[in-house]
């Protein structure tokens, strides 16, 4: 698509009233799409008509809505002559630049909206004198250099997103001032320092996203205290010790990712009073102990991923009751013990991941009846006991992993009917009998791995059916014959 530069000569401005011209003058900063300030028309006696543009009932502009409207260059400093423009949105343009100091001077603006762009350079100072200001949102740009204390002083914000930059330091220990803060995004940043103790004083604090960051310490103890939480994330840093157990005050909790730190202890039972909670994702940790039975209460829950740990005991059986499971991650930890038949109970589960582990017995028939799986990881167990063929009832499995176990009987014939497998891999047990030629009809199949087991008989040659196939193992057994292909 080709592009103009828009420029505008004093002398066009002459009908227009004093903010008409404001806006004009910003126009030789930038670039944009033909056409798209064709309703900037300089002999208008007001702009309130403008594309962009909302006015107070005395035409004087109130809002400048720019965003996503394909602009580049460079923001003017002169925007601030909009002496009474309450809300300036120049999202998801190809800004660049700066942001200039003298935006300092909006002493009006309620809500200041610059995010993905390609600004650089320093947040200015200068915005902490902008005393009216609600929301400040700069994420996804270069950005970097400190967060201004200035900023964290500024008595009325509400919203603060300076996610997806460069910014370094600390997160300024005046957090705490922010009495109506409801959203901080500090995450993907080079953030150091801990997590300041005064943010349990942001009492109506909903999110809280910091991941991505390289921060330290512990969470503060009394998180608790912000009892309208609903997103906590403080995944990808280097945090430490124990999950303060008062997270379990805050009932309204959504979502929770605690993933890639170094926390260490048990999962506080107290999670199970966190009746909203859909997403809880505490994964590459040291925690130990049992997993909590008190998380079965969590009716809402979709997703729980706890793999990558150094947890102990059983699966309790109480999370079959969470009916809304979607992802059970428990993969690469100490578990052991029987894998509960009530997980069956999961009408809506899709991955079921319990693979590195010490789990005993056979694989429950009860799984075969959650028809919604796509993923069944139960690899490097110690299961006994043979495949049933009730594992036709599957018809949604893409990849079915049972390698490393000590499972034996026949490979079921019935496999043929799960027609979405891509892959397929009962290497490493003690597997006997003829390879079924039904696995011919698995046209999607793209990987089979049915190497160090004691299969006899021929391969057989609908195999080559499986046109898909890229990867075939099928060493270490006793089968005789010629290779079909």
Partial sequence: MAFMVLTFQTHSTEAVNKDGAVLLSLLDKFTAPPKFFSTWNSSDKYPCHWKGVTCHPHHTVRILDLSESQLSGTLSSGICGLHNLKELDLSFNNLSGTIPSELGNCTELESLDLSNNYLHGQIPAQLGSIKNLRVLST?????????????????????????????????????????HLSKLWLGENLLVGEIPFSITNCEHLTELFVHENMLIGELPQSLGRLSKLQNLHVTSNKLRGHIPKSLGDCTNLIEVELSNNSFSGEIPWEFGKCSNLTIFSATQNQFTGRIPSSLGSLHRLTQL?????????????????????????????????????????????????????????SIPPQLFRARSLRGLYLYNNSLTGSISPKICNLTQLHYLYLEENQLSGPIPAELGNCSLLEGLSFRTNLLEGFIPPDLGRLEHLQGLYLNNNRLTGSIPPEIVQCQSLTNLSLGHNNLSGVIPW
């Fill in 139 to 179: 994420y996804d740009n270069f950005l970097s250099g400190s967060i201004p204390l200035s900023i964290f002083g500024l008595p009325l914000l509400q919203v603060i997103y300076l996610s997806t930059n460069n910014l370094t330091g600390e997160i300024p220990s005046n957090v705490g001032n922010l009495t």
């Fill in 305 to 361: 991923y706890l793999n990558q740990n150094l947890l102990s005991g059983a699966i309790p059986a109480e999370l079959g009751n969470c009916s809304l499971l979607e992802e059970l991650s428990l993969h690469t930890n100490k578990l052991e013990g029987l894998i509960p038949p009530e997980l069956g109970q999961l009408g809506r589960l899709q991955i079921l991941f319990l693979s590195d582990n010490s789990f005993i017995g």
